[in-house]
C-alpha cells in the first residue's frame, strides 16, 4: 500500500531462545529463567528461586547459567546492587545486559512481587521489549570513580569554606563583604592572623595584596568585630579540613592525568592538513582535544571522558549521544498533534495545590487534573479537598486574591 512505512527492528529487539533475569536486592537476588519446553515447542519452562549476592553463590550461578545454554541475562539497575552480578557474570563470558529500572514496570493493577517481577523482567527480555543500558568498561568505570570522588570533594571543601564565612559571621567579621574569596591570598593570611591573636584592624588589612590594596579602608570596617579564642580554635579546625581536602583533591587529579595518559586510545593523532611533514607536531590527546572547544577546560574534559568514555562507535549519529545525555527533549505525538516533552535538566518546580498557580497535572489530587490553556483546569471543583488535604480554587478566585494582595491601599477591590 502506499503510504506505507517499513520499521525496522533493532538489534537489542531479538527474540532470545534461552533467557535468565534477575531482579537484584542488596542481599540476594531473584532469579528467573526460561528456555524451550522439550517436548512442546510453543511452551516455555519458567523456573525461579533465590541466589545469594556474595562472590562464591554469583560465580556458582555463572557457571549453572553456562551449562544451561542461557544466551542472555538480563540485571534491573537497582542502586549499586547490580554491580556483583553483572561485573562476575559478563567476566566469566555470559552475555549481561543491565536494564533500566523505568523500562520494566510491571502492568499496574497487577500485584508486586519479587519473583512476579523477575518472571516479567524476563518474559520482556525473551521477546526483546527491553534496551541494554550503557556500561563503560573497566578503565573508564575506575577513571569515573576518580572523578565522582574529586566533585564530591570539591563539594565538601565548599561546604566547609561556607561554614567558616559563617564563623566569621558569628565574630562580626565581614571580610566576605569586601574580598570575593575569602581563602585567596589575602583572606588567607587575615584569617591565620586572627587565628594567631592578631586582632588590630589596620595591621589585619595591611595583609592585603594585589588589587586588595585599594580597599583598605573597607577591610579595617570589615575586619573591626569581636573574634575571640573559641572562634580561632574553631577556624583553625576547618582551616586544617579545608587544606586536608586540598591535598586529595590534587592527589586525585594526578591520578587521573595518569589514568588518562595510560589509555591507548586518549592520544589522538592529528588530522590532515594540521602538520606538516618534519614539522615535529606532536599527536593531541584527548583532553587536549576537548579543551579547545569553548567553554571546556581539562577538568571538564576528564568528567567528560569519565562518563561517556572513549569509544564513540556505541552512539550511532551526534543525536544518539545528546539523547543520552538527557540533553534533547522526548517528542510526545498522539494523533495530529505533537509536542517536545521537557528534558532533565531542570527541575520541574512543584507546588501544593491551592498555593500560587493552580496544580499541574502531576501533583496528587483526588481527581485527575487536566490542562484546557491558560488557567483552566478540569477535574475536583474549586473548593474540594486533594489526596493532601488541601483545598483548590478556581482560577477567578485566585486572581481576586491577588488583585486584592497587589492593590494600593486604599484601592483594594
Known amino acids: 500500500m502506499n503510504g506505507d512505512v517499513e520499521v525496522v527492528d533493532a538489534d537489542h529487539e531479538e527474540v532470545v531462545q534461552r533467557v535468565a533475569a534477575i531482579d537484584v536486592a542488596k542481599a540476594s537476588g531473584m532469579l528467573c529463567t526460561r528456555v524451550p519446553h522439550p517436548s512442546a515447542p510453543t511452551r516455555r519452562i519458567t523456573k525461579v ?12 550461578l555463572a557457571n549453572e547459567l553456562a551449562e544451561m545454554g542461557i544466551e542472555r541475562v538480563v540485571v534491573e539497575s537497582t542502586s549499586d546492587y547490580w554491580r556483583p552480578f553483572f561485573y562476575l557474570l559478563e ?17 499496574p493493577g497487577r500485584p508486586k512481587t519479587d519473583k512476579l517481577d523477575a518472571v516479567w523482567l524476563a518474559k520482556l527480555a525473551e521477546r526483546g521489549m527491553v534496551r ?30 561556607q561554614r567558616l564565612e559563617k564563623l566569621l559571621e558569628d565574630a562580626l567579621i565581614k571580610l ?48 573591626t568585630g569581636r573574634f575571640d579564642e573559641h572562634h580561632a580554635e574553631l577556624a583553625q579546625m576547618l582551616l586544617d579540613t579545608i587544606d586536608s581536602l586540598s591535598l586529595k583533591i590534587e592527589a586525585l587529579t594526578t591520578r587521573i592525568d595518569e589514568r588518562i595518559a595510560a589509555m591507548r586510545a586518549s592520544q589522538t593523532p592529528l588530522p590532515d592538513g594540521d602538520a606538516t611533514p618534519g614539522s615535529g607536531s606532536a599527536p593531541l590527546g584527548v583532553i587536549e582535544r576537548l579543551d579547545e572547544i569553548a567553554g571546556i577546560g581539562p577538568r571538564a574534559a576528564q568528567i567528560i571522558v569519565a562518563e561517556i568514555g572513549l569509544d564513540m562507535s556505541q552512539f550511532p549519529t551526534p543525536g544518539h549521544l545528546v539523547s543520552w545525555a538527557k540533553l534533547s527533549p522526548r517528542t510526545i505525538q498522539s494523533g495530529a498533534p505533537s509536542r517536545r516533552g521537557r528534558t532533565h535538566v531542570r527541575r520541574r518546580r512543584h507546588r501544593r495545590p491551592g498555593q500560587g498557580h493552580p496544580p499541574g497535572p502531576d501533583l496528587p489530587t483526588s481527581g485527575r487534573l487536566v490542562l484546557r490553556g491558560p488557567g483552566r483546569v478540569l477535574g475536583p471543583r474549586a473548593g474540594q479537598r486533594t489526596a493532601g488535604g488541601h483545598a483548590l480554587r ?3 478566585t485566585d486572581r481576586a486574591r491577588r488583585a486584592r494582595h497587589f492593590a494600593p491601599r486604599g484601592h483594594r477591590p
Open 91 to 107: 567476566a566469566l563470558g555470559l552475555d549481561v545486559w543491565l536494564v533500566n529500572a523505568r523500562d520494566v514496570k510491571h502492568v
Open 132 to 161: 541494554p543500558s550503557f556500561v563503560p568498561p573497566a578503565e573508564i568505570r575506575h577513571l569515573r570513580d576518580y572523578t565522582r570522588l574529586r566533585i564530591d570533594l570539591v563539594a565538601e571543601r565548599t561546604r566547609h569554606v
Open 176 to 223: 566576605s563583604t569586601v574580598a570575593s574569596d575569602i581563602m585567596g591570598v589575602s583572606g588567607r593570611e587575615m584569617i591565620e592572623a586572627l587565628i594567631a591573636g592578631e586582632r588590630d584592624p589596620a595591621v589585619l588589612a595591611g595583609f592585603a595584596r594585589g588589587k586588595m590594596r585599594d580597599k583598605h579602608g573597607a577591610l579595617k570596617e570589615a575586619l
Open 49 to 60: 528461586r533465590t541466589v545469594s549476592s556474595t562472590t562464591n553463590a554469583i560465580l556458582a
Open 394 to 396: 478556581s482560577p477567578r
